[in-house]
């Protein structure tokens, strides 16, 4: 009870003290976007016939044509009632993109992040317990390719073998197959939606269409998490406890498991946890290959067009993301090292 | 135990199996009635009014509304495009311009129903052109071109009848009534959502469609897809009959390897923006269909700012003209793949057409260039940038490479910025550009028509900065010229100014190559430079 209460305590501190760098890149990405060349004014009154009206009128309705502070305090004051803007580019309030977006970006990120778990914490494992044999080498060499073929390639490759030539996946186009009905949304999640709808046949085209990405961003993953898994191995088998636990002759399981796994698991969900957030901005790739509507893509996409509002919301909802997951991998930490809570 | 379990397992999974067969033979009964359209950008308003539509908020809003006229179609080199020249009635049933050429007068069809079932009148019909040249609307600029400036213009004679006043005779005036912009809307619909600060309802309309076209809007996810299902009762076709798919699916897919893949694999139906060398492949390989269509309403420049030293030198332009690898680059950046504006010769020195754009007698000839460059006073070149955007990279990288290469022999030093789209746009609007390549686009291409909008005035379309007080005398006097032998020969002498003073280096007009499975038919090159759905129908 004493440490569940700390560490919800230890939780409740660091999220105070994380709201400043949010209030800090809510301005910095305001004003970053308004440094940038390019003037979305001019940009979204390219009609085959707009001319220096439109272009005013287009300023107006983003209210460019208000003195900078001015525009930052608007801002600074929609944002603290929820309004992040209007998208230029899909016409909608920023807010509601971002909600039908989120739960793909997430949906796709953690059944990466699970495979990834699952296939690199048991490698890791291996490599460490023979280390510089055949099969650490095999590991390391796995790792490498996974890391160097960036995903765009190594998703577009598995398309072309899965897809294209063997024909067991699904067209590779967002989460659901175009002529398949969406279950009523509850939780965005749809493998979440299909269950609840009872729509097994749905659930089962939903996972094979989420297959090829998720393994795709997986692989990019894999190495990181295995090597540290790996490394912390190495320290955690070399100890003196685990040294005891072979003495007093435990189980060769148990002491893999039990004793050196649970004590080389910190670094690796410390790695898990930066991982995660990382994936989810930096998977624009992946959802652009597999025509996933995710956050990252709908991101770049306003960039290009230097729609502010878009990039704005996305950069909070990242910060607000990251804040969320090192509270998240704090807790975890109190929960696999009961150390980590008392100091 | 075990039989019994056993057979009722066999029951089941025959149930299960016949339950299956079925449901995948209707599925492929509904996807054989089912046009999938696979593009890389989005569909981001269902209004095309709204500042800042895309290009397939353009084609969905063309079958989703009507308007009053539509263009005709015509064969160019045996393959069907848009005719400016007939202009056929879409919501109208009949019109006549009257012989002074100051009013034109609309008969509507009495049968012609909104989506919701009410009947379309002439009251719909001014409220919906009434707003498209009074709200802050895409349409207001384009129906200037047509002399459609005012509200007043549009008078109901009766529920079905509405006349439209000129104040001069205008060619323009009903071409423009059949572009993308004055769309019919079910006024009473519109009214309804309309609030005091936004009286023309655009808000409501950008989400919500109020139309009585080919097709209903069901599903509208802008970066996702829309999708649409068919209005039985429509009649406007040339057919007189309904559009020929049940169903229409617009889908984004950015990633163009992936549209190729689904398109060769039969998945999606049609995609008009795969990469050339995409397009190459899947052509060679035989099974679908490709019809590669020149864009004759668009063309492809490399520009000079001729404000900007040394542009301002008419030899340094020339010099730059004779300069240009334009097989290489045509080539290099299109696989051959449009119309070339270059390697022309015109016997006489003067031009042959009066046609805008017309073939130039440009070529490769180094020697002419150093001649030039010397004559402009810089024998030993300059240095310059050359810039192009992101979003035009496949074509216009490889191209700017052979630019820098050959402009390198005659001492010109280029430098190639690459730039996100809204920073190149905003560059050329505020005319900071030495020396760049972009495209032109016009709805309704006539020689005056280009002239005056792409080389007059301090604006954004005219990427050379041209400021020529003949050129502008000239197009001006074109513009309301009845006389067709004159409007050629005032073309004739457009054109000949343009490649006397060369203000910027015509390269090509780039194919539209519409990539569709074999069985599709109908694919007709529209004004959008996008798809009408409704030619389109299954063999």
């Known amino acids: 009870m004493g440490t569940i209460g700390a560490t919800l305590i230890r939780a409740g501190r660091r999220f105070l003290s994380s709201l400043p760098a949010l209030f800090g890149v809510l301005v910095f990405t305001f004003l970053l976007m308004r440094v940038l060349p390019g003037d979305p004014a001019v940009f979204f009154a390219s009609g085959p016939s707009a001319g220096k009206e439109e272009i005013e009128v287009v300023r107006k309705q983003l209210g460019l044509d208000r003195s900078l502070p001015e525009q930052l305090g608007i801002y600074l004051y929609d944002v603290g009632r929820g309004n992040l803007g209007r998208s230029m580019m899909t016409g909608q309030p920023v807010a509601k993109d971002l909600q039908q977006r989120l739960p793909a970006s997430l949906e796709l990120t953690l059944t990466a992040l699970v495979i990834a778990l699952i296939a690199a914490v048991p490698l890791g494992v291996l490599a460490a317990l023979r280390p510089n044999s055949l099969i650490d080498h095999g590991v390391r060499l796995f790792c490498s390719l996974g890391v160097c073929v960036p995903t765009f390639v190594s998703g577009l490759l598995l398309i072309y073998v899965f897809y294209y030539l063997l024909g067991l996946a699904p067209d590779p186009t967002g989460r659901i197959d175009v002529f398949a009905s969406v279950p009523p949304a509850r939780t965005g999640f749809l493998m979440v939606d299909f269950l609840l709808a009872g729509d097994v046949e749905g659930w089962w085209a939903a996972a094979r269409q989420l297959t090829l990405p998720a393994f795709t961003m997986a692989l990019f993953v894999i190495a990181p998490l295995a090597r540290i898994t790996r490394a912390s191995m190495l320290v955690s088998l070399g100890s003196d406890f685990v040294r005891t636990a072979r003495s007093i002759g435990l189980s060769r399981w148990q002491i893999v498991v039990t004793y050196a796994l649970r004590n080389a698991i910190l670094p690796v969900i410390t790695i898990a946890g930066i991982v995660f957030s990382t994936m989810l901005g930096a998977n624009v790739l992946v959802e652009k290959v597999f025509s996933w509507p995710g956050v990252a893509s709908y991101a770049l996409d306003a960039l290009l067009v230097s729609d502010y509002a878009p990039v704005q919301g996305f950069v909070l909802l990242m910060a607000s993301i990251f804040v969320a997951v090192n509270l998240l991998v704090d807790v975890l930490y109190g929960i696999a090292d009961p150390r980590a809570t008392a100091a | ?539």
């Open chain 2, 1 to 539: 135990m075990y039989p019994v379990i056993f057979r009722h397992l066999i029951s089941a999974s025959a149930v299960l199996l016949s339950a299956t067969l079925m449901a995948s033979a209707a599925r492929a009964q509904s996807r054989a009635e089912t046009l999938r359209y696979v593009t890389a950008a989005t569909v981001n308003t269902l209004d095309p009014n709204i500042p800042g539509s895309t290009r397939e908020a353009f084609a969905l809003s063309m079958s989703s509304y009507d308007r009053l006229v539509s263009f005709g179609r015509k064969q160019l080199n045996g393959k069907w495009v848009f005719d400016l020249d007939t202009i056929t009635g879409e919501l109208a049933e009949s019109f006549s311009v009257s012989p002074d050429g100051l009013k034109l007068t609309f008969k509507l069809r009495p049968d012609a129903k909104f989506h919701d079932g009410s009947p379309v009148t002439a009251e719909d019909v001014k409220w919906s052109l009434d707003r498209c040249v009074t709200a802050p609307v895409l349409g207001k600029a384009q129906l200037l071109t047509g002399s459609l400036t005012s509200a007043d213009q549009f008078k109901v004679i009766d529920p079905l009848t509405l006349e439209v006043t000129l104040p001069r005779p205008d060619k323009l005036a009903l071409p423009n009534l059949a572009t993308v912009y004055p769309i019919i809307i079910n006024s009473k619909l519109a009214k309804s959502h309309a609030t005091p600060e936004d009286p023309w309802a655009l808000s409501w309309l950008k989400e919500n469609e109020a139309g009585s076209g080919a097709y209903v809007v069901e599903t509208f996810k802008p970066g996702e897809q829309a999708i649409a299902r068919r209005n039985e009762a429509w009649n406007r076709g040339s057919p007189d009959k309904p559009a020929s798919f049940k169903r229409l699916i617009i889908q984004s897919v950015p990633e163009p390897a992936t549209r190729a893949n689904l398109v060769e694999r039969g998945d999606a139906d049609l995609a008009i923006d795969l990469q050339a060398s995409d397009v190459q492949a899947l052509e060679s390989k035989g099974k679908l269909k490709v019809i590669s269509t020149p864009q004759y309403n668009a063309v492809t420049f490399i520009s000079m700012n001729n404000k900007i030293p040394p542009f301002d030198n008419v030899n340094v332009r020339r010099a730059v003209a004779a300069a240009l690898p334009y097989d290489d680059m045509f080539k290099a950046a299109l696989f051959g793949r449009g119309t070339p504006l270059f390697g022309a010769s015109w016997p006489d020195g003067t031009p042959p057409s009066g046609g805008y754009p017309i073939p130039q007698p440009v070529k490769l000839d180094l020697e002419k260039a150093r001649a030039y460059l010397k004559e402009a006073g810089m024998p030993e070149g300059f240095a310059t940038t050359f810039s192009f955007n992101v979003g035009q990279a496949a074509t216009a990288e490889p191209m700017a490479a052979l630019v820098k290469e050959s402009l390198e022999k005659i001492g010109i030093k280029v430098d190639i910025q690459k730039l996100p789209d809204a920073q190149m746009s905003t560059s050329i609007n505020e005319k900071k550009l030495p020396f760049f390549t972009e495209g032109i686009v016009a709805w309704l291409p006539s020689t005056d028509y280009f002239y005056r909008n792409f080389y007059t005035g301090n604006q954004r379309w005219n990427y050379s900065s041209t400021d020529n007080a003949e050129l502008e005398k000239i197009a001006q006097a074109a513009r309301f010229e009845p006389d067709k032998a004159k409007y050629e020969a005032e073309g004739k002498e457009l054109n000949a100014i343009h490649f006397e003073q060369m203000f910027q280096v015509p390269l090509w007009q780039p194919a539209q190559d519409a990539v569709m499975v074999a069985n599709l038919d109908g694919y007709v090159y529209q004004f959008t430079r996008q798809v009408d759905y409704r030619n389109l129908s299954r063999k």
